[in-house]
C-alpha cells in the first residue's frame, strides 16, 4: 500500500479529499494533519510515500512544507491540492518536485488520473534496476502538460484528452482478450462511464480495439470493446 499523508485545514475539504482517496486502490491515509507543524512532526517519525499538500493553511503556506522537504531531504513525493492558480504558485510547485498540481475544485475523475499515474511510476520504478527511455515515458509525469489546460492533443479529435486517451487505452490493454464496457472500465478508472463510451467508440474508429454489440431480452443493447490484436 502507498502510504499517504491528507495536509487541509479545512474539516469538510479533508473529508472529500479522504473519501476519494478510499476510492483509489493502494493507497491507505496514514495521517491527516491541519497544519504544516503537525504535518512536520509526524513526518520526521514516519515513512510516507506521498503528501496532498494544500496551499492556504491559517497564517502558513504549503509551498514552504515543500521547500523544508526537499530542504531536509525527505524521500517524499507531492501532489498539491489548492485554489491558487496562479501560474507563477504553479511554476514553483513544480520547481520544487510537486508531482502533480490539482486545482479546486477538482473532479474524482482527474484525482483518480493523478493517483493512477502516480501507482503506476510507483511500482514500477521500485521493481526494476535499469529501464529503458521508452518504458520511462510511459511513467512520466509532464508537468508542463499537468500546469495547464492540456494542449497537446493535436493528433486527437477535439474534445479528447491525451492522458484521458491513454488511461482508458493502457486498462482497455490490461483486460486483454476479454470485452469489457464502458460501465466496467468507469467503474474501475473512476471515469463516467460516457466518457468511457466516448474513447472507445474513438479507439474503434481507429482499429484499435473491436467492437460487440450484445441485444439482450430487454433494454438496450449493451456494447463491448476488446484489443484488437489485427492490428
Not at 490539482?102 to 499515474?117: A, C, G, H, Q, V
Not at 521500485?126 to 499537468?146: M, P, V, W
Not at 474508429?205 to 484489443?227: C, T
Amino acid at each position: 500500500m502507498i502510504k499517504v499523508m491528507i495536509i487541509e485545514d479545512d474539516p469538510m475539504v479533508r473529508d472529500i479529499n479522504t473519501k476519494f482517496l478510499n476510492r483509489v486502490e493502494g493507497f491507505q491515509l496514514i495521517k491527516a494533519a491541519s497544519n504544516l507543524t503537525d504535518a512536520q512532526s509526524f513526518i520526521k517519525k514516519h515513512k510516507l510515500d506521498l503528501v496532498l499538500l494544500d496551499i492556504y493553511l491559517p497564517n502558513e503556506n504549503g509551498i514552504d512544507f515543500l521547500k523544508w522537504l526537499r530542504t531536509e531531504e525527505i524521500e517524499v513525493e507531492v501532489i498539491l491540492i489548492t485554489a491558487d492558480k496562479t501560474t507563477e504558485r504553479i511554476q514553483e510547485s513544480f520547481r520544487y518536485g510537486a508531482r502533480d498540481y490539482l486545482i479546486k475544485p477538482f473532479t474524482l475523475e482527474r484525482f483518480k488520473e493523478s493517483l493512477l499515474k502516480f501507482k503506476d511510476r510507483y511500482y514500477h520504478l521500485q521493481k526494476e534496476n535499469i529501464i529503458e527511455q521508452s518504458e520511462l515515458d510511459k511513467y512520466i509525469i509532464s508537468n508542463r502538460a499537468l500546469a495547464v489546460e492540456e494542449n497537446n492533443n493535436s493528433d486527437l479529435t477535439k474534445g479528447l484528452n491525451r492522458y484521458t486517451y491513454d488511461t482508458i487505452w493502457q486498462q482497455v490493454q490490461q483486460i486483454g482478450d476479454n470485452y469489457t464496457s464502458p460501465e466496467e472500465l468507469g467503474e474501475i478508472l473512476g471515469i463516467a462511464r460516457v466518457t468511457c463510451r466516448k474513447y472507445l467508440e474513438y479507439m474503434n474508429k481507429e482499429g484499435k480495439i473491436d467492437m460487440l454489440i450484445e441485444y439482450g431480452k430487454i433494454g438496450r443493447p449493451q456494447h463491448k470493446y476488446k484489443v484488437n490484436h489485427s492490428i
